[in-house]
């Protein structure tokens, strides 16, 4: 290999970019870990290599591939919040195309974004069999903007471009293939060696320019069609219509001034709030892996058996999770009829992946054989780890976990379930508390990505580090969280839900409060949400509890519902009426009459209650429990308390989660709206915390 430094450039400045000749063929290798995002220098390079190799009289063609894991992963995102510097990508992207010797892109593991803008700006590509492209950039409130929304219609056709920009979801190189988006596969596994070969062939050839080929043609229908299928999965977001605005552009407009709609679509996009919100949660999802005085590569125990304890919603749940995680599983129940409904319920989960194609049916029959069950605490010894899913009560989960203590063997790890008890007080009945965790899985347990990894006083770090693990392996995010009633997201949820509640006996109807809270970008409203998780769990956690607040308005509308059996949807009766077995709520009249009465018994005003005033109540009640709770210690930082709210409790990822938007609104103003509901509601729940106060004085942020 030849360097190339005779013709004037050897590596830029950073050392992210490097050109050497193979031969006639010049290689320009792109080198920044961990995902060659296209960082400043790497554009820089990027500029400065093509220049070079396209004077160069002794380059024939030039191949631009990537070292380390992946071809370019996209722009860097982390340089979005910052003062934009040149040259831009849409500029080196469209320097690329200008070369005059045929450019090829060599992809490898995930060409995104920015990434797959610049294969695009080459003349040819060739990827490796496991390689996938895609433009993720709506998954970050983006747009593609370095000419991605022009190239990708007219590679792959405008409802396939769509398709892939609108989803952000990835396709695999096969389909690329198919698609017309990659031009060969490469075969044997040195992708350099197939991209040199393919660059000599093409030497003849010269470029073949993206920009060049026309548009598809795509009758007006398909943008009809395009915005009604993703309207209720798009809502609120920004983005997407974007997008669609800059295809129509593609199929509308030339091609440069198709470019410049991207551009000011792209800038909008990028300086809004929402792209904010979502480029946190990015960031935050991967920052909950960090945990101090636990380093990435710290030691694990070996996990191959799991014993899931109680098969009912929660435990039939865990355990198919586990089992299509590959995991061996044994499911205990302490009665028959319990254990029969566990298993119906795996059966059908199995059967429901099959039907959804998410599991092939060998795969499914494959499951069920690491699969045990049984009512025989003995079937337990021999498991690496136990997950504890029995009933909500202190007294079982303490007789459980001495059961365990005298069963399993020496260095299994013993977790439990529980969603709002005191793991400490759950590690005090066995001998080996440093071998108890709270696993706090959310329901359905399958799909649910979130998962409270409760740390006990004494619990190992090594377990600490397995459960991380295992959350990886059952493809959820694992957030580290302390021991405190409710850990972070139940403790959360109580003073949102108290807000709604005592929102009912001012006057406000549950479905408005609820059309309120969905619009602003809640998955659903907190009374729909209660009737679907049922109102007789948080009436057994709040009565089993002696430290609620001496107020009789507190849950006093749950509590009712609940004493009159309207448990929500699986009595058909809740806060709404559910008709013949459907999931609708229905607004029942009989429920604002009682809603009614007791306000007038207790003595409450009812009146009408604004939009701003339920929204800023329900949700200045989060943030200052949040903010408690970093004063607590609860949690490590604001942004895993973002990552449990956006994954655990529906709350809209583009607003990046309760502590992000609290930062994002200024928290001076938080501080003032808390200390206005405070003079207006009372201390007993408006009392603002010393840390948002502190911070509120300094311009600071939660998440600074
Ligand atoms: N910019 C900056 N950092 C990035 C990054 C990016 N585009 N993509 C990933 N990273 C960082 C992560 O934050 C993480 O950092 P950490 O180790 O300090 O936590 C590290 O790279 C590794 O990332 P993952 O943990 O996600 O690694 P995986 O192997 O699980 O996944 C990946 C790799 C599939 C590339 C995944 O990181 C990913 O999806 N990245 C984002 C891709 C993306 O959204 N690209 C589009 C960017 S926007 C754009 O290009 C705009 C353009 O059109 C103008
Ligand atoms: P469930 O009532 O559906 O199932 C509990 C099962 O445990 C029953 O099948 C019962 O027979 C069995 N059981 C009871 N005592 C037992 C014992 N001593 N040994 C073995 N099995 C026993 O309960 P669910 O909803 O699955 O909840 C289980 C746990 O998960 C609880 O701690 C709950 O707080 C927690 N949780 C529940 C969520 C939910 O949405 N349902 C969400 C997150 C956590």
Redesign the pocket.
Known sequence: MDNIESAGYAENSMNTVTLAMHGSIAVITIDNP??N?LSLSVRQGLVEAIEVADRDPHTSAVVIACDGR?FI??????EFGKPPEQPW?ADVVERLEDATKAVIAALHG?T???GL?VAMGCHYRIATAAAVVGL??V??G?L???T?TQRLPRLAGVERALDMMLSGNPIAASDALDAGIIDRIAGGDDLLAAAIEFASEMTGNGPRRVRDLPVPAADSDVFVAIRKKIVAKTRGLLSPEKIIQCVEAATQLSYTDACQVERDLFMECKDSPQSSGLRHAF?AE?GVAKIPGIEKTAPTRDIQKISVLGAGTMGAGIAYNCLIAGYTVHLLDSDDAGLDRGKTMLRSLYEGGVKRGKISAAGAREGLHHLTTSTSYNEVADADLVIEAVFEDMSIKKDVFAKLDEVCKQGAILASNTSTLNIDEIAAATSRPQDVIGLHFFSPAHIMRLLEIVRGDKTDDDVIATSLALAKRLGKIGVVVGNCFGFVGNRMLYPYGRENQLLLLEGAAPEYIDKVLFDWGMAMGPNAVGDLAGLDVGYKARHARTDLPDDPRFYRVADMLVEQGRLGQKTGRGTYLYESGSRIPTPDPAVQTMINEEATRLGIDQRDIEAEEIIDRCIYSLIIEGARILEDGIAIRSSDIDVIWTNGYGFPRHRGGPMHYADSIGLDRVYDKVCEFQKRFGSQYWEPPKLLQTLAAKNGQFGA
């Open positions: 961990p995902v995002a992946t992963a996209g722009a860097d995102i982390r990508l995930s995104l974004g920015g803008e993720p950039e998954k970050l983006l593609p903007g370095a991605g960031f991967r």
